[in-house]
Nanobody, 120 residues
Framework: VQLVESGGGLVQPGGSLRLSCAAS????????MGWYRQAPGKQRELVAA???????NYADSVKGRFTISSEYAKNTVHLQMSSLKPEDTAVYFC???????????????WGPGTQVTVSS
């Protein structure tokens, strides 16, 4: 399963960015999709996740500012980020978990990451 991320970049504090991630490959079904981030010198952390049932989960630090949404028919997940702060600066990684077609094995795939920099 391959993941392609887009939408990262440089933005001023208070600005907005929208990240997108599209999954492709031999996918039978997707259970959940999400976004993680890793800042320099820090561990990778969950930012937001969404299940096929629409249940969402957010890190406390982004609640009220970020919104995750999905288009499961297109195997795509988005992260709308608003009121961005310098501490949101990190590499953002897309994660998808589900079941492979044919083998019915579980899979967990990661995108290559996209840089988000919040700076004036």
């Amino acid at each position: 399963v391959q993941l392609v991320e887009s939408g990262g970049g440089l933005v001023q504090p208070g600005g907005s960015l929208r990240l997108s991630c599209a999954a492709s490959g031999s996918i039978f079904s997707i259970n959940a999709m999400g976004w993680y981030r890793q800042a320099p010198g820090k561990q990778r952390e969950l930012v937001a996740a969404i299940t096929t049932g629409g249940t969402t989960n957010y890190a406390d630090s982004v609640k009220g500012r970020f919104t995750i949404s999905s288009e499961y028919a297109k195997n795509t997940v988005h992260l709308q980020m608003s009121s961005l702060k310098p501490e949101d600066t990190a590499v953002y990684f897309c994660h998808v978990g589900g079941v492979l077609g044919g083998t019915w094995a579980d899979f967990h795939s990661w995108g290559p990451g996209t840089q988000v920099t919040v700076s004036s």
